[in-house]
């Protein structure tokens, strides 16, 4: 959803606030800029404070949490969004230019909602009117279609852990999924190719949250998809270099039978958490708090890794996301 949140801010929010007093202006800034609960909570106490119209304060939250990439809480917060639609008035607002603007994020609440109680016919209705209401927005909605195929999907699929993969660090040698799972409760497979450029971008990361799940008895698995000799001499020399700094698995995807395929991976980064009995039990980015759920839910010593203390925060879809949430 960042494009509904980016394509109206400098434009809307910009007329919106000519002529405010600098007081206001600050306010508004501070509910579309929120970094956690307790600051939103204060921007929209001096909001009401001030006299601004109560849309303000509906969509400050809607901003926050799609910038938390809540779903659940969007989700709820859907019948809020509808029962305002009637009331939507396109002077007060921060973010949206006409109704339908507004309208498109209330189908879209709803098709989330659709999603927690895995109704997939209510899902498609609510998706396809969501597209009708603001077609511009396609490619923040298009991504809810991705992960309901891939979620149906990965319910059908029990992994063979008697799979093997070469070694990328040991000559001839193979490992197979049961051997990395070992005594653990769960797995972590992370996909990757040396000449995607969204791969490498995070491959840093990868290394905080995999030493981190190791250290909380998730072993990792960290699997080259390699269609090219080129490909595969550019793997083996990354894979080299951090030889000495990493105790994640290193294999190379099979050229039949693809588990990259298996898993329906189309896009980087991706990664699949695993049980120790094959079911799968997430696909996607590791920057989905879903992720991060699942795992505290395995293992409540496991926390996300801080990585913007070490390095800039992605969002789920691998964006830089900005301090200001744009």
Same mark, same amino acid.
């Given at each position: 959803?960042?494009?509904?949140l980016?394509?109206f801010?400098s434009?809307?929010?910009?007329?919106?606030?000519?002529?405010?007093?600098n007081?206001?202006?600050?306010?508004?800034?501070?509910?579309?800029?929120?970094p956690?609960?307790?600051?939103?909570d204060?921007?929209?106490?001096a909001?009401?404070?001030?006299?601004l119209?109560?849309?303000?304060?509906?969509?400050?939250?809607?901003?926050f !949490?799609?910038?938390?990439?809540?779903? $659940? &809480?969007?989700?709820? *917060?859907? =019948?809020e969004?509808e +029962?305002?639609?009637?009331?939507?008035s396109p002077?007060?607002?921060?973010?949206?230019a006409?109704?339908?603007?507004?309208?498109?994020?209330?189908?879209?609440?709803?098709?989330?909602?659709?999603?927690?109680?895995?109704?997939?016919?209510?899902?498609k209705?609510?998706?396809?009117?969501?597209f009708?209401?603001?077609?511009?927005?396609?490619?923040q909605?298009?991504?809810?279609?991705?992960?309901?195929?891939?979620n149906e999907?990965?319910?059908?699929?029990?992994?063979?852990?008697?799979?093997?993969?070469?070694?990328?660090?040991?000559?001839?040698?193979?490992?197979?999924?049961?051997?990395?799972?070992?005594?653990?409760?769960?797995?972590?497979?992370?996909?990757?190719?040396?000449?995607?450029s969204?791969?490498?971008?995070?491959m840093?990361?990868?290394?905080?949250?995999?030493?981190? !799940?190791?250290?909380?008895?998730i072993? $990792? &698995?960290s699997?080259? *998809?390699s =269609?090219?000799?080129? +490909?595969?001499?550019?793997g083996?020399?990354?894979?080299?270099?951090?030889?000495?700094g990493?105790?994640a698995?290193?294999?190379?995807?099979?050229e039949?039978?693809?588990?990259?395929?298996?898993?329906r991976?189309?896009?980087?980064?991706?990664?699949?958490?695993?049980?120790?009995?094959?079911?799968?039990?997430?696909?996607?980015?590791?920057?989905?708090?879903?992720?991060w759920?699942?795992?505290?839910?395995?293992?409540?010593?496991?926390?996300?890794p801080?990585?913007?203390?070490?390095l800039?925060?992605?969002?789920?879809?691998?964006?830089s996301?900005a301090k200001?949430?744009?």
């Open positions: 959803m960042k494009l509904l980016t394509a801010l434009l809307i929010l910009s007329a919106f606030t000519q002529e405010l007093p007081d206001r202006e600050k306010i508004l800034e501070a509910l579309l800029n929120a956690d609960r307790t600051s939103l204060q921007a929209i106490k909001g009401k404070a001030a006299g119209p109560d849309q303000l304060f509906l969509e400050a939250r809607f901003v !949490l799609v910038n938390e990439d809540d779903r $659940v &809480a969007l989700a709820t *917060l859907s =019948s969004l +029962a305002h639609l009637p009331k939507f002077d007060d607002t921060m973010l949206f006409v109704k339908e603007d507004f309208a498109s994020i209330v189908q879209y609440t709803k098709a989330l909602a659709a999603l927690q109680n895995n109704d997939t016919t209510l899902f209705k609510h998706i396809t009117e969501a009708w209401l603001a077609p511009s927005h396609a490619t909605f298009a991504p809810l279609i991705d992960d309901m195929r891939i999907a990965m319910k059908k699929i029990t992994l063979d852990l008697n799979l093997e993969f070469e070694d990328q660090r040991v000559k001839g040698e193979s490992k197979s999924l049961k051997a990395i799972a070992g005594g653990s409760p769960a797995f972590l497979i992370h996909f990757w190719s040396p000449w995607a969204q791969a490498m971008a995070i840093d990361e990868f290394q905080i949250i995999s030493g981190s !799940l190791i250290k909380n008895n072993p $990792v &698995a699997i080259l *998809l =269609s090219t000799t080129e +490909a595969r001499r550019a083996d020399d990354l894979v080299a270099r951090k030889k000495q990493n105790t698995h290193w294999l190379v995807d099979t039949k039978f693809s588990l990259g395929s298996l898993m991976v189309s896009s980087f980064p991706t990664v699949v958490l695993v049980s120790n009995k094959g079911k799968i039990l997430f696909n996607g980015d590791p920057a989905n708090r879903r992720l759920e699942i795992l505290t839910a395995i293992n409540p010593e496991i926390t996300e801080t990585i913007n203390a070490v800039p925060k992605r969002d789920p879809k691998g964006t996301r200001n949430g744009n």
